[in-house]
């Protein structure tokens, strides 16, 4: 393995106005061949599927098999060989139903990198996960409601509390992920969650936030230890 592309937070649902992909799977499915074509392997960095926007609260087991019926031709792709999944906190059901692990290491030209959705900064993650769950399984309703507005201004809220900015002295989850990499003893540590894409460097330590795929975007890094390429994409 010498070349990796990630993408996270595609929040792929099952149609429908609580579905925030908006890409035609047609056309993702070309960014994908394009990723398989130029990488040796992709990192899925979790919230690849949303399941917390479920109808009917706690069925996020269902709500799993439905958003995948939903994108047959891309959930089968990702069982493809060439992709790792790495849960978030919007598809953690799939840490027990595939299982995909929270995160993962390896060792390429002598760098040692480290991959994490990045969930576990949050506060409402480590002290009251159900307040989470329950503000994104209302969330889904907002949207369905046609309650957009109000959707995002909470949504903005929660982007303030988690305190992303792209700079790296402003940003307490650039912090939180580096000091994350120097307990893991990884020289780059690589994210999601936020669906912020950034590279920033931290002395001795880089990282990387791979964005979003959401929304209609194509967001993702392109990591190459043996060239020195640790890049932010946002076009393809």
């Known amino acids: 393995m010498s070349s990796i592309a990630v993408i996270s937070d595609l929040h792929l649902g099952r149609r429908g106005g609580a579905d925030a992909f908006r890409h035609d799977d047609g056309e993702f499915l070309k960014f994908l061949d394009f990723l398989e074509q130029s990488f040796s392997s992709v990192v899925l960095l979790g919230d690849i599927w949303e399941t917390l926007r479920c109808k009917r609260p ?13 994108h047959p031709e891309t959930a089968a792709r990702f069982r493809r060989p060439a992709y790792r999944y790495l849960h978030g906190n919007h598809d953690i059901i799939a840490a027990t139903a595939d299982p995909a692990p929270t995160d993962w290491s390896t060792t390429v030209a002598g760098s040692r990198l480290y991959f994490t959705h990045g969930h576990h900064y949050d506060w409402l993650w480590q002290q009251a996960k159900w307040l989470g769950e329950l503000g994104s399984w209302t969330g889904g309703w907002l949207l369905r409601m046609r309650l957009k507005p109000l959707f995002r201004t909470f949504d903005q809220i929660d982007q303030r509390v988690r305190g992303a900015r792209p700079e790296p002295e402003h940003c307490a989850f650039q912090r939180w992920a580096v000091e994350l990499a120097r307990k893991r003893e990884a020289d780059v540590v690589v994210t999601g969650h936020t669906h912020l894409g950034v590279r920033a460097e931290h002395g001795d330590r880089l990282f990387l936030n791979s964005g979003s795929c959401s929304q209609g975007k194509f967001s993702f890094l392109s990591i190459d230890p043996t060239r020195g390429d640790y890049s932010l994409h946002t076009t393809w």
């Open 58 to 70: 706690l069925m996020h087991g269902l709500e799993l098999a439905r958003v995948r019926a939903a």
